[in-house]
């Protein structure tokens, strides 16, 4: 349930933002919630205090809005924020970042994908993936790169639950299937 709510949240920042015409905003809003996120992690003293019923509501909410004003002063982050807390959404807050950052890529056609190859891909070789994947799926890749030497070559793309394997041990494990040992 979580999950949902964090995606409403962040998808009513992102739409409020966007209706006001505000998109310039958007990146900052999206690094600053994230590293509202990240205080709530390294301070387990805020998230107490943001969630604790023994503090009124309004007090939480207007220590969020202060710690937010911090982050990014006079900008939608303050009252964002100071309203979840309100609505008891304190425990939300760092899913909605991540949701919020979805929601952000997903508005600018960003595809998030990892390679993993057998071996360092060069710039050139990053440059050519990136070209192929943009035009494949229409949106700008954001490529994570790591090497993995059981694939012996080639490489795989993993593009959120969709596998594209076009290494050299799936090619000879398909040999087998087709034609046996």
Same mark, same amino acid.
Request: aromatic share 6%.
């Given at each position: 349930?979580?999950?949902?709510?964090?995606?409403?949240?962040?998808?009513?920042?992102?739409?409020?933002?966007?209706?006001?015409?505000?998109?310039?905003?958007?990146?900052?809003?999206?690094?600053?919630?994230?590293?509202?996120?990240?205080?709530?992690?390294?301070?387990?003293?805020?998230?107490?205090?943001?969630?604790?019923?023994?503090?009124?509501?309004?007090?939480?909410?207007? &220590?969020?809005? $202060?710690? !937010?004003? #911090?982050?990014?002063? @006079?900008?939608?982050? /303050?009252?964002?924020?100071?309203?979840? %807390?309100?609505?008891?959404?304190?425990?939300?807050? &760092?899913?909605? $970042?991540? !949701?919020? #950052?979805?929601?952000? @890529?997903?508005?600018? /056609?960003?595809?998030?994908?990892?390679? %993993?190859?057998?071996?360092?891909?060069?710039?050139?070789?990053?440059?050519?993936?990136?070209?192929?994947?943009?035009?494949?799926?229409?949106?700008?890749?954001?490529?994570?790169?790591?090497?993995?030497?059981?694939?012996?070559?080639?490489?795989?793309?993993?593009?959120?639950?969709?596998?594209?394997?076009?290494?050299?041990?799936?090619?000879?494990?398909?040999?087998?299937?087709?034609?046996?040992?």
């Amino acid at each position: 349930m979580s999950s949902e709510v964090a995606r409403h949240y962040a998808r009513v920042l992102l739409d409020t933002v966007v209706a006001a015409g505000n998109e310039k905003n958007l990146e900052p809003l999206a690094g600053a919630l994230e590293e509202f996120a990240a205080s709530l992690e390294r301070s387990p003293e805020l998230l107490k205090t943001l969630t604790s019923p023994a503090i009124a509501r309004g007090r939480r909410a207007a &220590v969020a809005k $202060a710690v !937010a004003d #911090r982050i990014l002063p @006079d900008s939608e982050l /303050g009252r964002f924020v100071s309203v979840m %807390v309100a609505r008891e959404r304190s425990g939300d807050l &760092v899913e909605t $970042a991540a !949701a919020f #950052r979805a929601a952000l @890529d997903e508005h600018r /056609g960003i595809v998030e994908a990892e390679v %993993v190859s057998a071996r360092h891909l060069d710039e050139r070789d990053r440059a050519s993936l990136r070209a192929a994947l943009a035009s494949a799926f229409s949106g700008t890749p954001r490529l994570r790169f790591r090497e993995d030497p059981e694939l012996l070559g080639g490489f795989v793309i993993r593009i959120g639950n969709r596998i594209y394997d076009a290494s050299v041990s799936r090619q000879l494990s398909r040999f087998e299937e087709r034609y046996g040992t």
